[in-house]
C-alpha cells in the first residue's frame, strides 16, 4: 500500500555532485523516519544518512561534511544532496521509509534502488 518513488540517480565524474529524491505515498501517517542506504558489489547494505519527522539526521562517517539528507513533511519526501562525490560512494541507494501507526507498531518501506556511478 506504501509506495517510494526514487530518482535522481546517474552517472558523474568524481568531484561532481548529484541530488536524489525520494517520495512516499499511500498511508494515512506520514513517515516517523526516511532514509537512504546503499549496497555496492560485494558489500553489505549499509546505511548513509537517515533523518527523523523532527530533522534530526544521522550519517555514515564515510559521507560526513559531503553528503547533506533533508525532508520535506508536507510533501513526505526526503532529498539527498551527494557533493564530492568518490569512486567508492558507487552503489545502488536505496530510499526507506518507516512509519508508526496509533498503536505504535512500526512498519518498514523500501525504493526499488537507484544507480549511482562515480568513475572518469
Known amino acids: 500500500q506504501v509506495q517510494l518513488v526514487e530518482s535522481g540517480g546517474g552517472l558523474v565524474q568524481p568531484g561532481g555532485y548529484l541530488r536524489l529524491s525520494c517520495a512516499a505515498s499511500g498511508s494515512i501517517f506520514s513517515p516517523n523516519a526516511m532514509g537512504w542506504y546503499r549496497q555496492a558489489p560485494g558489500t553489505e547494505r549499509e546505511l548513509v544518512a537517515q533523518?527523523?519527522?523532527?530533522?534530526?539526521?544521522n550519517y555514515a562517517d564515510s559521507v560526513k561534511g559531503r553528503f547533506t539528507i533533508s525532508r520535506d513533511n508536507a510533501k513526505n519526501t526526503v532529498y539527498l544532496q551527494m557533493n564530492s562525490l568518490k569512486p567508492e560512494d558507487t552503489a545502488v541507494y536505496y530510499c526507506?521509509?518507516?512509519?508508526?501507526?496509533?498503536?505504535?507498531?512500526?512498519?518498514?518501506?523500501w525504493g526499488q534502488g537507484t544507480q549511482v556511478t562515480v568513475s572518469s
Open positions: 526507506n521509509a518507516e512509519y508508526m501507526d496509533t498503536g505504535y507498531r512500526r512498519y518498514a518501506y
Open positions: 533523518i527523523t519527522r523532527g530533522g534530526s539526521t
